[in-house]
């Protein structure tokens, strides 16, 4: 393998070697590689450092690297949150990944979706390199971490989402997780709806109307903690429930109405204005002065003992069903910050802030599941490692307000590699005004997810509380296969204009464009389609040589048509509402 231009690469010191392995030259530093055969294109590649045992404690870096022919390449898929799966030149800075942001994973994917090269590191904390060679057309792919590196390098051509799905099962491990079924119903937050402005009462009337309207929990954002409106985190860090008062009573009446309660938490930050700044700010990672505000260092017993106190009162005391986490992310080092690799002050019981943050999540998880063995912990992109599985339940789409589209990419983004956590979307909101089509719009664009609504419930018309009843009971209907079945979303490099999700028996396609939709000819008795496209003409090819009965219903689950569609080699086509949805039953 030619030198690689890698400006922003770390440079190692050891002996450099190249091994051949599954139709690859490697090239590997600082250690001996051992490969295995996993399967048909699949292998493991594992190195650890000259000096050291395998344990990664080391401290110096080990990497693998190799090039495949960049042919019929259409994206690179990572878990970043942009929704752009462009190309990038190897040039490009790696993409660090460690437990507070990130995870250590990547795809190349060809035409037809083909996994050209997947590749993933068992170590949390990792470095990724991805890119073009532009003097040869290759792809160069690198990865590297300290003292010993496990890596998973999928050639297979297989569906990129099949080879994503078997990393998440890697990662795994065989290990079992305990994610309630509520956490995959609809859920209420109040962020776009309220944002600070919450009150028992207001809560508790959206609470009850969003339960007439198909959903199980509510999920009160900032602003509980504090009687400031003005969007700040001046006055995060005691977490004091000023805006709810009494608030043992007030989550008792949200039980009441048939709904699970979680509360929102900043975890790294601590405001100026709050009581506990004057205790912690002897134990900042940085400080952040737009948001009047810093981030505590976890490496302290005495920060991990504050948050974990504060934290798990509102399952322990207050008697809610779990915890949202905010800025999880933030612990990790931001761009120009040297935090992760200097040293801590005597007080500190570990030298990483990764692992201060796991010994924070640990301690929470135990003190909540000791409070409510059912409690759940609700995440957020960027910090999708999956060294988070064991003190998570849920994993939630990061903002983008009134954006269905990027809705849409980063739940499927998630889904490819949530491994066994309930996928969130972000919150949905729209306009007053908005149409009943355009509210389906938004919920289609998040139907492999468990949707979150936060728009004023009492303030929507007939006709979009219609819309919105009628899709919540799609997802609700419908969750076995929308969010545990086989996932295949199409052309990543598109925002995925099409996307289809199977179990067996149920096969769910959801469009985004105006594409025709492929019928499998088998394995299937009931076919839902989707249309989030202003096209109302679905143009379906294939299938099983018989009919099957048709009903078409609109944005607001009105029957507008029904009757017998002939299915088989040919095509044909059937009008579907934008917002609205088709339902094929096979057999007649």
Partial sequence: MDEVWEPHAR?????????????????????????????????????????????????????????????????????????????????????????????????????????????????????????????????????????????????????????????????????????????????????????????PERVETQAALAKELGCEVVIVDDGWMTADRARGYGHCGDWEPLSLPDTAAHVERVHGLGMAYLLWYALPIVGRDSAAWKELEPYLLRRVDFLDAGVVDPRYPVVREHLAGRVTRSVAEWGMDGVKFDFVDWFAARDGDADETHPPGPEADCAVVSEGVQLLLAEVHERLAAAHPAAMVENRQPYVSPGLWPYSTMIRATDCPLNPTLNRTRTLDLRLIAGPLAVHSDMLMWHPSETPEQIGVHLISVLFSVPQISVDLAAQTVEQREALSFWLSVFRGHADVLQLGALEPSRPELCYPIVRAHDGACVVVARYAPLPVEVPAAGWSRLLVANADASASVLLLGGPEAGAEAVVQDARGRTVWSGLVRLGAGSTTVDVPTGGLLTLTAGL
């Fill in 11 to 199: 440079k190692l010191a050891g002996t450099r070697r190249r091994v051949g392995a599954g139709g690859l030259e490697l090239e590997v530093v600082g250690g001996t590689p051992v490969v295995r055969t996993l399967d048909d294109g699949v292998i493991e590649v594992t190195l650890t450092h000259e000096d050291g045992d395998g344990s990664g404690t080391a401290g110096r870096d080990v990497r693998v690297s190799w090039l495949v022919p960049c042919t019929r390449a259409t994206a690179l898929w990572t878990p970043l949150t942009s929704g752009a799966h462009w190309i990038p030149a190897a040039w490009s800075p790696p993409r660090p990944a460690s437990l507070p942001k990130g995870a250590p994973v990547a795809s190349l994917v060809g035409s037809g979706d083909t996994g050209l090269c997947t590749f993933a590191a068992s170590q949390i904390d990792a470095l990724l390199g991805a890119g073009v060679v532009e003097e040869t057309g290759d792809f160069h792919c690198s990865v590297q971490a300290s003292g010993a590196l496990t890596v998973r390098i999928d050639t297979s051509g297989r569906h990129f989402a099949r080879c994503l799905a078997d990393v998440a099962a890697w990662w795994g491990g065989g290990e079992t997780y305990r994610i309630p079924d509520i956490a995959r119903m609809p859920a209420y937050s109040t962020w776009y709806s309220m944002h600070q402005d919450v009150a």
